[in-house]
Antibody, heavy 123, light 107 residues
Framework: EVHLVESGGTLVQPGGSLRLSCAASGFTFSRYWMHWVRQAPGKGLEFVSR????????SYAESVKGRVTISRDNAKNTLYLQMNSLRAEDTAVYYCARSLGDNWNDENPLEYWGQGTLVTVSS | EIVLTQSPGTLSLSPGERATLSCRAS???????LAWYQQKPGQAPKLLMY???IRATGIPDRFSGSGSGTDFTLTISRLEPEDFAVYYC????????FGGGTKVEIK
């Protein structure tokens, strides 16, 4: 059974940094694209970042570009999101999610989701 | 950037009724890379449909999707009590964007 468990969310001051983790199990982690998607309180879903199975290719939403870095450790079956220069508008539940298929190109929707970790940016 | 506009914002219906949700893209969605997700309060989103019209594993056949280009529709033929939730469309593939969501509430 596929499991994705996010951790690392906490209260952080504006301008601060945080690293989120997503521990994956139940599938061959190194074969799948992985995504981070966030949801501000009471708002809709927003794509944040994604990373190819080999960890080489990445992409980011414009709203976080230059402040956020996605990475993965395929030996540890773990996905990361390093967040710097945090702003109030980054306050959200952050979900990690796995693509439906293991294509080399990211041509799949998100089949499995974690339960999310809450990041609150406030002084 | 592709903007996905979902309508209506809220749909008030009774169990047993038919729900029709719309997702309109500002540019054509390549290869029908359009997905629908259901989200209930306090839960992660759940994949319902992809490729505009393919049901994900375990999704009942009262859910159906259609459309191409810039106009897509999710239809729930007869609403069950567990279907009252928020629904999001998503373009995936070359770029990834979500629509703003449609809340299906009990009338």
């Amino acid at each position: 059974e596929v499991h994705l468990v996010e951790s690392g969310g906490t209260l952080v001051q504006p301008g601060g940094s945080l690293r989120l983790s997503c521990a994956a199990s139940g599938f061959t982690f190194s074969r799948y694209w992985m995504h981070w998607v966030r949801q501000a309180p009471g708002k809709g879903l927003e794509f944040v970042s994604r990373i190819r199975s080999d960890g080489i290719w990445t992409s980011y939403a414009e709203s976080v570009k230059g402040r956020v870095t996605i990475s993965r450790d395929n030996a540890k079956n773990t996905l990361y999101l390093q967040m710097n220069s945090l702003r109030a508008e980054d306050t959200a539940v952050y979900y990690c999610a796995r693509s439906l298929g293991d294509n080399w190109n990211d041509e799949n929707p998100l089949e499995y989701w974690g339960q999310g970790t809450l990041v609150t940016v406030s002084s | 950037e592709i903007v996905l506009t979902q309508s209506p914002g809220t749909l008030s219906l009774s169990p047993g009724e038919r729900a029709t949700l719309s997702c309109r893209a500002s540019q054509s969605v390549s290869f029908r890379y359009l997905a629908w997700y259901q989200q209930k309060p306090g839960q992660a989103p759940k994949l319902l449909m992809y490729g505009a019209s393919i049901r994900a594993t375990g999704i009942p056949d009262r859910f159906s999707g259609s459309g191409s280009g810039t106009d897509f529709t999710l239809t729930i033929s007869r609403l069950e009590p567990e279907d009252f939730a928020v629904y999001y469309c998503q373009q995936y593939g070359g770029s990834v964007f979500f629509g703003g969501g449609t809340k299906v509430e009990i009338k």
